[in-house]
């Protein structure tokens, strides 16, 4: 059974206690009136039987672990290889297949878990709390924090693919999206990083003026070639740490706006290419790009990724993440 939280303005967030899943965000547009702006099932059984990430906490590691293996200490660790040859999102059971105890009163609520040393070959005993608190000011604020038993990495994330013009409304081509970074980390042919960051100047990955997501979406650059889309790390302006402002979204017919603020260094934006037509809520069918996430994170492969900021979680200290999605609108001709 999903848990509700409600404000004092009707938006409402459902979530399940398997995943800890985004079932639903129900929030209103321009003229008040409500809808459901996250793609995702019915029920919780529809989950079970398999999804592209909906709505999913992201752990232990969000994004890629190239090759499935990393060195701490001179010990190499092996991890499940569930995209191809390389680990992607926790693994084969990671935290978006899990049950996680939860206790709320229907503006906040707290999910804990804990991952057992050697779960999908991560070493260490980690203990999980996600707190996610909705406020009258339509501000969805996910708080993350774990300790670890051993060394290990650590990379946390929510995954829900957003459409702000209703979930079941067709492609995100017409979204408006601005992204407070001047660089981003390419990748291969199979969306491992290189090694490198490279500015957006002149690149189709230059968001830092609105764009439309489908404005460049199709474009023979290298980078849009090699995801089908969008499907890349933006390293965020700004101090790693500080909460502040990475990512707006505007859907100008409805006049919803999502704005995404985090203290990660790093936001993947995927474009929702791999969709398929799978069926969702109430028989919607999901098609390619009708939807797209924003995933706060650190970046892709950086447990083999020296220059890139750490995600090694110590015993003793305490990894602590903050993301927020706000909720708005604008008025029509804004």
């Not at 129900?26 to 529809?46: H, M, P, Q, S, Y």
């Not at 996430?293 to 970046?299: A, G, I, V, Y």
Request: net charge negative.
């Amino acid at each position: 059974m999903a848990h509700i939280l409600q404000n004092a303005g009707g938006t409402t967030v459902s979530i399940l206690p398997l995943g800890g899943i985004i079932q639903g965000i129900v929030a209103a547009d321009r003229n008040g009136d409500f809808a459901d702006i996250v793609l995702g099932f019915d029920t919780e059984a529809k989950y079970k039987l398999g999804h592209p990430y909906f709505g999913a906490l992201i752990g232990r590691y969000g994004n890629r672990i190239a090759g499935g293996r990393f060195t701490i200490d001179g010990t190499e660790y092996v991890l499940g290889c569930n995209h191809g040859p390389h680990h992607l999102h926790g693994g084969f059971r990671g935290f978006d297949k899990v049950r996680w105890r939860c206790r709320g009163d229907g503006r906040s609520l707290r999910l804990a878990y804990v991952s057992a040393d050697g779960e999908e070959g991560y070493p260490g005993e980690l203990t999980v709390t996600v707190d996610y608190t909705l406020d009258d000011n339509d501000t969805l604020r996910i708080d993350y924090q774990a300790t670890t038993t051993r060394s290990t990495p650590v990379n946390l994330t929510s995954h829900p693919y957003f459409n702000l013009a209703g979930h079941d409304a067709g492609t995100v081509y017409g979204h408006e999206l601005e992204i407070f970074a001047g660089s981003y980390t390419p990748v291969d042919e199979e969306l491992i990083p290189l090694g490198g960051i490279d500015g957006v100047q002149g690149t189709p990955l230059d968001f830092r003026t609105p764009m439309t997501i489908g404005e460049r979406i199709i474009d023979d650059h290298p980078q849009l070639q090699h995801a089908g889309g969008y499907d890349h790390n933006w390293v965020l302006d700004g101090p790693l740490g500080e909460l502040r402002l990475a990512a707006r979204v505007t859907e100008p017919e409805s006049g919803r706006v999502l704005e995404v603020l985090t203290t990660e260094p790093g936001l993947q934006f995927y474009s929702g290419n791999g969709l398929d037509g799978i069926r969702g809520k109430g028989g919607a069918s999901y098609a390619p790009r009708s939807g797209f996430c924003l995933e706060t994170q650190h970046f892709p492969d950086s447990p083999n990724q020296p220059e890139f900021p750490t995600t090694i979680l110590e015993p003793g200290d305490l990894y602590a993440s903050t993301t927020i999605y706000r909720f708005s609108t604008i008025a029509a001709g804004s």
